[in-house]
């Protein structure tokens, strides 16, 4: 399955590590206020500037948010 994640703080970065990891699932695209932070958590992986626009992305199947809880 092909993964777009929102938010790469702390725990983004742990979850962009793990999908990294795993052998039925990529991280393909991230999102992030911080463009240097996302890019930082995620090498080579898509940017979206606007997490509407990942999950629009056709290429990501499924998203995980990793935002603060109060931003869900």
Known sequence: MKFGLVGAGAIGKLRADALGRAKSASLVAISDL??????AAAPGVKFHADPERL???PEVEAVVIST???FH
């Open 55 to 57: 999950i629009a992305d």
């Open 68 to 70: 603060p809880p109060q």
């Open 34 to 39: 911080d463009e240097p932070r996302a890019k």
